[in-house]
């Protein structure tokens, strides 16, 4: 199996494969997992490779060994001594092309080379196939390490997320506190306004129903209180019938009368009801034939008449 299809087969595209293995040199596969690695964020590596200089000087090479050949001279001595490698001073390291020696020393800061006579060996399929699974269990650590981080990453997501909602909850509890708070403040205030409102009414009652007794004895100067049994009514135009009943006569009679006497241009007929102010009390009709007296209206009473 080549180089390309065994760094395909592990998942890489056909262009960076190449691109690896240009950069490189030659199938080492070890090289150029790692630079895919290294390359792995390139928005530009699965585009096609550049040309290779081989393809480019493919030609001007055959007219130069056409012209080195016919010359027919060869010097042994330069052959024996000619560079067959470049070699890491750092580490010892042999490697073949100029792109080899560029990648290592990117990768491990090294800086010093030279030219040697010592050949690189080929690796053989047994330290490829090794090299193979090692490529391969990088690949697989690289991916848990990436998994880990998309995973803690996701947490901490989840963690701001669950922060902020809890944030708005605290704000909306406390806006909600505060407006019970208020409400707390200023249903006092309003309590005591009503109790006021509520006396003053009372009190209004009280006076008018001192009025009406005063009006009472003046029109009856000759009987006690308990003998008047005066009835004030008022219309619901304001207008004041001061009429009296006797303790026993019944509701209804006190009804009849004032639709007989009623002085605000309606019917003996229209609809009438009765009721107190004070304590406030509408009359049903099963009241109509209870006594004045039962009904708490004696010794007297005012009566409000509603429609």
Request: aromatic share 4%; charged share 40%.
């Amino acid at each position: 199996m080549s180089s390309l299809q065994t760094l395909m087969e592990m998942g890489f595209s056909e262009n960076a494969s190449k691109k690896a293995l240009s950069v490189v040199g030659g199938d080492k596969i070890e090289q150029a997992m790692e630079w895919l690695l290294a390359h792995a964020d390139d928005p530009s590596i699965n585009d096609p490779p550049p040309p290779s200089k081989s393809d480019t000087e493919s030609a001007s090479d055959g007219k130069m060994e056409t012209g080195e050949a016919g010359s027919g001279e060869t010097n042994e001595g330069d052959e024996e001594e000619a560079a067959r490698s470049i070699k890491c001073d750092d580490c010892g390291k042999l490697f073949q092309t100029s792109a080899e020696v560029e990648y290592h020393a990117v990768k491990s800061g090294h800086e010093n080379f030279s030219e040697s006579t010592e050949e690189k060996k080929a690796l053989t399929e047994e330290e490829k196939l090794q090299k193979k699974m090692e490529l391969a269990e990088k690949i697989k650590q690289r991916r848990k390490e990436r998994e880990a981080e998309e995973e803690k990453e996701a947490r901490e997501r989840e963690r701001k997320r669950i922060q902020m909602g809890q944030a708005m909850a605290e704000r909306k509890r406390v806006s909600t506190t505060q407006g019970e708070e208020v409400k707390t403040k200023c249903f006092p205030k309003k309590r005591r306004r009503d109790k006021l409102e509520d006396k003053l009414a009372r009190q209004k009652v009280k006076e008018q129903i001192e009025r009406d007794r005063q009006a009472r004895k003046e029109m009856f100067p000759d009987k006690t209180e308990a003998e008047a049994k005066a009835q004030p009514i008022r219309l619901p135009s304001g207008t004041p019938l001061v009429q009296e009943f006797k303790a026993k006569e019944s509701l209804s009679a006190v009804r009849l009368w004032v639709g007989l006497n009623r002085t605000d241009g309606l019917s003996a007929d229209a609809p009438i009801k009765l009721s107190t102010t004070f304590p406030r009390k509408t009359f049903s009709e099963d009241d109509m034939d209870k006594p004045l007296d039962l009904l708490g209206l004696v010794p007297s009473a005012v009566l409000m008449i509603t429609n």
